[in-house]
């Protein structure tokens, strides 16, 4: 069965960086175009990044996260990151991991990672 496994998250004071994983299972994950979101507490669901499939030619971002975050992937690991930069207390969420099925719809998630920053 599809699995998706996230990583990385913890406590980063303003202006720091981390780099979140999510560990993917059970599918062949360079045939998925993959993505990433957050949820802040009392927000909604928020798309943070989405990366092609296949070696990840093409990534879009959130306005909010554009030129600090990074989505990336390494097929032969079967592995997303997202790398973040600058960090900003805003930036503080549940963030998620997602497959993208063929219909542009996110069919499978993680079960999030925590990110707080926070001095």
């Known amino acids: 069965q599809v699995q998706l496994v996230e990583s990385g998250g913890g406590l980063v004071q303003p202006g720091g960086s981390l780099r979140l994983s999510c560990a993917a299972s059970g599918f062949t994950f360079s045939s998925y175009a993959m993505s990433w979101h957050r949820q802040a507490p009392g927000k909604e669901r928020e798309l943070v990044a989405v990366?092609?499939?296949?070696?990840?030619?093409?990534?879009n971002y959130a306005d909010s996260v554009k030129g600090r975050f990074t989505i990336f992937r390494d097929d032969a690991k079967n592995t997303l990151y997202l790398q973040m930069n600058s960090l900003k207390p805003e930036d503080t969420a549940v963030y998620y991991c997602?497959?993208?099925?063929?219909?542009?719809?996110?069919?499978?998630w993680g079960q999030g990672t925590q990110v707080t920053v926070s001095s």
């Open positions: 990366i092609s499939s296949a070696g990840g030619i093409t990534a």
């Open positions: 997602a497959r993208r099925n063929y219909r542009n719809y996110d069919d499978n």
